[in-house]
């Protein structure tokens, strides 16, 4: 199986580098951070950053240090402000005293509106020179955290990692007189490619965005969507990988796609602690589809939501299928922790000879292109 690296457009704002990524508010593609803050895409870009930002004081509700700390930002950028503005403008009312009572994770449009206009300009540029992602910690998932219990008298932390399913049956009584199939591990690696790829792409939210995120699985999985059975390590990660970069709509980029086989790798073999961490994974994702079948049947009697609720039903039976088995093969998960990680380091070098490749390419076509050739001569000239 050869990935999907052919046909990628250049970038669209230096048109000279092969795009490696896409805007998730207008679709255009771009090779860097830079061609992305480029004037040809700064609208947008800027946009973006805002709505990102406002997305993140959002979701800090139940973080009282993230909230202080950007508190104390802002009131950083309003020192400033009075320090600058003291002699040509009027006096302005602390910033303490201008959010007073207002919900920071409700009021945002008022909240930005209490600034001044010299602390919206701080922030814009806070927000388009990158440096207010310090402000943030980077999305890490549950998969790639350990943390030792080494004082039993300390009271346990909230758990980072999903429980596996209770009361699960033993497998003999899912199968009864039917063997099961000698790929099923295949198959369980795709579903795992498509859940690892569904919560780096949705930041770990993808349970409160159950139905997007599932049908994300769903696109990504054929082994879930469309009994595709698998018979190879091989072809049942690089047609998930496939999957991605085709689709706009969940590609992020090259690299992403095939690291992804890494956090597969992970949860088959936790590289701290050792332990197989599927039968959680898999746990999460029949949560996840739950969920969506939920939020499916709550939209009534519709045939597309019916349609919908079948699948999901349909799927969520395959998957509880998986963590049973799972949950008794788990030696046979740990031997292949080595295998994927092979896979993952030889998809590797065939991207980066790929874009290398690539890059060779683009420079001799912009060399060429400065070339001067000599006038065509006239072969046949036409006599009148």
């Keep these: 199986t050869r990935f999907f690296f052919l046909q990628i457009p250049l970038c669209a704002s230096c048109l000279a580098q092969l795009s490696r990524y896409t805007c998730p508010r207008c679709n255009v593609r771009y090779c860097s951070v830079a061609c992305y803050r480029h004037e040809r895409h700064l609208q947008c870009s800027e946009s973006f950053y805002r709505d ?13 240090e ?20 003291d002699q040509n ?3 302005v009312a602390s910033l303490e005293e201008r959010l ?3 919900d920071l994770d409700k009021d945002l449009d008022q909240v930005w509106q209490c600034l001044t206009l010299s602390e919206q300009q701080q922030f814009n540029q806070l927000v388009q020179s990158g440096h207010v992602g310090h402000l943030f910690s980077l999305y890490s998932p549950w998969w790639e955290t350990f943390t030792p219990v080494t004082d039993m008298t300390e009271k346990p932390s909230p758990p980072l990692k999903p429980s596996v399913l209770s009361d699960l049956p033993p497998l003999s009584s899912l199968v009864k007189d039917a063997k099961v199939s000698p790929s099923v591990h295949c198959n369980v690696l795709n579903a795992l490619y498509a859940y690892a790829y ?4 949705y930041n770990g939210d993808h349970l409160e ?6 049908q994300a699985v769903l696109d990504i999985s054929g082994a879930l969507s469309s009994n595709t059975v698998f018979c190879a390590t091989r072809d049942a990660l690089r047609v998930a990988v496939t999957t991605v970069q085709q689709r706009k709509d969940l590609f992020m980029s090259l690299e992403s796609s095939v690291s992804v086989m890494r956090d597969v790798a992970h949860l088959l073999c936790h590289t701290t602690s050792h332990l197989c961490q599927v039968p959680e994974a898999l746990s999460d994702l029949h949560q996840l589809l739950a969920r969506a079948k939920a939020a499916s049947k709550a939209e009534g009697k519709k045939s597309d939501a019916q349609d919908s609720v079948k699948q999901l039903h349909r799927v969520a039976k395959k998957v509880f299928f998986f963590v049973v088995w799972s949950s008794e093969h788990v030696e046979d998960l740990l031997s292949l922790s080595d295998v994927v990680l092979l896979e993952y380091e030889t998809s590797l070098k065939e991207l980066q000879s790929y874009l290398e490749t690539e890059q060779t390419v683009k420079a001799f076509r912009k060399t060429g292109k400065g070339c001067r050739h000599a006038a065509p001569q006239t072969l046949v000239e036409q006599l009148n």
């Design 52 to 64: 990102s930002v406002i997305t993140e004081l959002q979701q800090m509700k139940g973080n009282g």
């Design 66 to 85: 993230e909230r202080r700390h950007v508190m104390e930002t802002l009131m950083r950028m309003q020192e400033g402000d009075e320090d600058d503005d």
């Design 89 to 91: 403008e009027d006096h």
């Design 100 to 102: 007073d009572g207002l």
């Design 198 to 201: 569904t919560v780096r792409l």
């Design 209 to 214: 965005l159950a139905m997007q995120a599932s």
